[in-house]
């Protein structure tokens, strides 16, 4: 809750600003800045994939039951602040990516990478448009109609052993390996880990 109120403070302070520059200086420049952060953060939202953290111990969790081993590479397809990547390469020590489309949050990631002093990689963009054969482990925090558009794309190009673990929803039809129980007591919801070459029931 700190962090997701964290993020409306930085993103009304932005945007108020930039709404102030606009009325007292209009000029082409502030409508274009306003416009590149609006037009993307807004595609965001509309995809499926508005920020809202996940949980500390979700994704300390969702790494542990995926077995993250040391080297190999995960991937967060929609990584918001980035803690699953920070928390990947920190403590697992894998080479971790995150993707993320709104140029608000990305903002906040790297900052916050200050901080978390980590060596992973935060990407400004839409993961579809990025290869994935080389994933090892992909993690993601999508509503299940988003997650049934992106399933082509996994099934293309994750290899055989990828696992691929989503958090509070479900991937389609497909069979997972594992579910973690929803604890309600810490507002934590269900872990659906799934692995390529046995998703299918």
């Known amino acids: 809750m700190r962090d997701f109120l964290n993020f409306l403070i930085v993103t009304g302070v932005t945007f108020g600003i930039l709404a102030m520059l606009t009325v007292f200086y209009p000029n082409i420049f502030t409508l274009f800045i306003f416009i590149v952060i609006a037009?993307?953060?807004?595609?965001?939202?509309?995809?499926?994939?508005?920020?809202?953290?996940?949980?500390?111990?979700?994704?300390?969790?969702?790494?542990?039951?995926?077995?993250?081993?040391?080297?190999?590479?995960?991937?967060?397809?929609?990584?918001?602040?980035?803690?699953?990547?920070?928390?990947?390469?920190?403590?697992?020590?894998a080479k971790a990516f995150g993707y993320e489309l709104s140029p608000i949050v990305y903002a906040f990631a790297k900052i916050k990478q200050l901080i978390w002093r980590s060596k992973a990689k935060i990407i400004f963009g839409d993961f579809r448009k990025h290869d994935l054969s080389?994933?090892?482990?992909?993690?993601?925090?999508?509503?299940?109609?988003?997650?049934k558009k992106f399933i082509p794309k996994f099934e293309k190009e994750l290899k055989k052993g990828t696992r691929v673990v989503s958090y509070s929803f479900p991937i389609g039809n497909w069979k997972e390996i594992h579910v973690e129980p929803s604890i309600p007591a810490k507002n934590l919801m269900k872990i659906w880990v799934y692995e390529i070459g046995k998703q299918h029931k």
Not at 43 to 68: D, N, Q, R, W
Not at 134 to 147: A, E, I, N, R
């Open 39 to 93: 037009i993307p953060t807004v595609i965001a939202l509309v995809s499926g994939a508005p920020f809202v953290p996940t949980p500390f111990e979700a994704c300390e969790k969702m790494l542990e039951l995926a077995k993250v081993k040391e080297g190999e590479q995960v991937v967060d397809i929609g990584c918001g602040d980035g803690r699953i990547p920070y928390l990947a390469a920190n403590k697992f020590k």
């Open 134 to 147: 080389k994933v090892d482990c992909l993690t993601c925090y999508m509503l299940p109609k988003s997650l």
